[in-house]
């Protein structure tokens, strides 16, 4: 698919390390966040994030928009 978009190998597996790192990140943030707000409304802001990054990686033309969806998928991963 990335080659598809005008990507490359290495573009493939940036993208793979790009979502495990924000997720990473966004797991710290997520759980004082949750200790907050409480579980419930994090996880509905999780599962509505990781549909909305879903439907942009469907629908990207380019690598780049694909690159920034899968970026947005692993913050909203985070829980």
Not at 1 to 28: C, D, K, R
Not at 35 to 44: A, E
């Amino acid at each position: 698919y990335v080659n598809e978009l005008g990507g490359s190998p290495a573009i493939l597996g940036t993208m793979f390390a790009t979502f495990a790192v924000f997720q990473v990140l966004a797991s710290a943030w997520m759980g004082w966040a949750s200790d907050k707000l409480g579980r419930r409304p994090i996880l509905l802001i999780s599962l509505s994030g990781s549909g909305i990054g879903m439907i942009i990686s469907a629908l990207a033309p380019d690598y780049k928009l694909l690159f920034f969806a899968r970026a947005f998928l692993g913050f909203f991963s985070g829980s």
